[in-house]
């Protein structure tokens, strides 16, 4: 019941942050409906943003967002399952850190091809910090030192693949792997080689498949984020026991 409560009560915030960024690299962060032009989102930092879990405008009715309650749904069905394999408070409190805010970047990645810099670091710093209390009140050096190291690994990986082919892979994802590494690396190196194995394997099945479809190319653009999530994820509950 706690994962689903805190689901229901960050998934206006999620939608906001969906909303505000699903914009292109070169325009300002959106905050008014773009039908009716009325705000939506303050425009200043310090307010709370929110947005109805309906996915529509409440002044004209228009869809605005990822599609009603499929925020909130998927972010219940994500802690519920960390908690079913996670024991440590601290633990569970910094994988639901990373998953409240892995749910709004794949919905952005999906709808405008980007992973905004609002969103990964401080998926990566606030659950670097929490592994680092967790670390410190059950004597667990090791395994932080690891999960720096793995999310150091990864970053530096797709860092590369970037500098190799912009085309292909974007800075946002290397930032993003910064905490999807760390999460994987936390639990050891066979979870971080199995979640990346998994992001390509998914990945490359969705691109085949729209391949077959004829709905792409070889070199057509894909979001990369969903399917390093959806990896990362997957081998982080696989070590968690489920």
């Not at 300002?28 to 405008?57: D, M, N, Q, S």
């Not at 929490?130 to 530096?156: F, I, K, M």
């Not at 194995?197 to 085949?208: A, D």
């Amino acid at each position: 019941m706690t994962s689903i409560a805190v689901a229901l009560v960050a998934g206006s915030p999620q939608r906001a942050a969906v909303f505000r960024h699903s914009v292109g690299h070169d325009r300002p962060p959106r905050v008014r409906c773009p039908a009716c032009a009325r705000r939506l989102l303050p425009e200043r930092a310090g307010e709370w943003p929110a947005l109805w879990p309906t996915g529509r405008c409440p002044n004209c009715a228009v869809p605005i967002g990822p599609p009603p309650l499929s925020v909130e749904l998927m972010t219940a069905l994500l802690l519920l399952s960390l908690a079913a394999g996670i024991a440590s408070p601290g633990e569970l409190a910094a994988f639901g850190w990373l998953a409240v805010l892995a749910v709004p970047l794949a919905f952005v990645d999906l709808a405008v091809y980007r992973l905004p810099d609002r969103l990964t670091l401080p998926a990566y710093a606030g659950f670097i910090a929490l592994l680092s209390v967790t670390a410190l009140t059950e004597q667990r050096s090791g395994d932080l030192a690891r999960a720096v190291l793995g999310g150091l690994v990864l970053g530096a990986f797709y860092l590369l693949l970037f500098l190799i082919n912009p085309a292909g892979v974007g800075l946002g994802d290397a930032k993003l792997a910064l905490a999807l590494g760390s999460a994987m690396g936390w639990l050891g190196w066979t979870h971080l080689l199995t979640g990346t194995f998994l992001t390509y394997l998914l990945g490359g099945l969705y691109g085949v498949l729209l391949i077959a479809l004829r709905r792409a190319h070889r070199k057509t653009e894909i979001p990369f984020g969903p399917f390093m999530i959806i990896g990362a994820f997957g081998a982080v509950l696989v070590g968690a026991g489920l």
